[in-house]
């Protein structure tokens, strides 16, 4: 379905029982709600009702040009404005990659809004920023940012058949692979999804606070982003119940390569 919030144009993918619990879902880069296809039927036997939204940058109508307008304040709002459309004044909520970034700042200024964070891959921004500081190998990690934030960056990832761009999936099946690749090449949506990265500066994050919603972080060992001393110290930033999950031999793209311990962690910290 499509959701118009903010003067734009979301699709959201949405299923489960009609009178479920609400779950918000937020996917992250390059992907879009399609990555989360593998847990939603766990879910939705455990009568949950989802609400998968394709991002601003991903939904063909919320795809502004300004670099600007994806500044990661601009995609906490639109979660919220969508949940306003959607007439849920709370719901749980599960984010990946750049997703996990939008809940973390969600949940720490509008808990109101969020009854449980599953945040996948990507730690608390606090946490992420202390690892920065002190381990130079969490930093070297982060640094295909400039790469992704040069002019060059639409060329590298989809050049002699977007070969960067189908080594990032390696761990996934040709065919998921494709279905990424083909999407990029829509006009204007590689674009749009590396203007997150264009757009974002570490002083957007720098006051994220306390989370004081029950909370769990899913890590994987094999992640090449995120190191473990950020996996670690998010326990720092978190007042309410609150689970690390570290999954082994699992890379960055968690919800497709794991997809059934996912859903375990996500249906524990619901409790259903």
Not at 30 to 55: S, V
Not at 144 to 171: H, I, K, N, T
Request: aromatic fraction near 8%; hydrophobic fraction near 45%; avoid cysteine.
């Amino acid at each position: 379905m499509e959701i118009k919030a903010r003067g734009l144009t979301f699709e959201v993918s949405e299923g489960g029982p009609q009178d479920g619990e609400p779950v918000l879902l937020l996917h992250g880069f390059p992907q879009d709600n399609r990555e989360f296809e593998r847990i939603l039927p766990r879910l939705h036997a455990a009568g949950l009702r989802t609400y998968a939204l394709n991002q601003r940058g991903y939904s063909p109508g919320a795809r502004p040009a300004d670099v600007e307008e994806y500044q990661l304040t601009e995609a906490v709002a639109d979660a919220r404005a969508v949940l306003d459309e959607l007439g849920v004044d709370r719901a749980h909520v599960v984010g990946h990659d750049w997703g996990a970034q939008v809940a973390w700042v969600l949940a720490a200024g509008h808990p109101d809004r969020v009854r449980t964070l599953t945040a996948i891959s990507v730690p608390h921004p606090r946490a992420m920023l202390l690892a920065m500081r002190v381990r130079p190998s969490q930093k070297a990690r982060l640094s295909y940012f400039g790469v992704f934030r040069s002019a060059a960056a639409e060329r590298l990832l989809l050049g002699r058949d977007a070969a960067v761009l189908r080594w990032m999936f390696r761990p996934l099946s040709a065919e998921r692979t494709q279905r990424y690749v083909d999407a990029a090449r829509e006009p204007g949506r590689l674009t749009a999804g590396l203007n997150w990265y264009r757009a974002y500066r570490t002083d957007q994050v720098a006051g994220t606070g306390v989370i004081t919603v029950p909370t769990t972080y899913v890590w994987s060992d094999r992640d090449g982003v995120v190191g473990l001393t950020a996996a670690l110290r998010t326990a720092d930033w978190v007042s309410a119940d609150y689970q690390l999950v570290a999954m082994r031999g699992v890379s960055h793209w968690v919800p497709e390569e794991a997809p059934e311990e996912l859903a375990d962690a996500v249906l524990a910290r619901i409790g259903v």
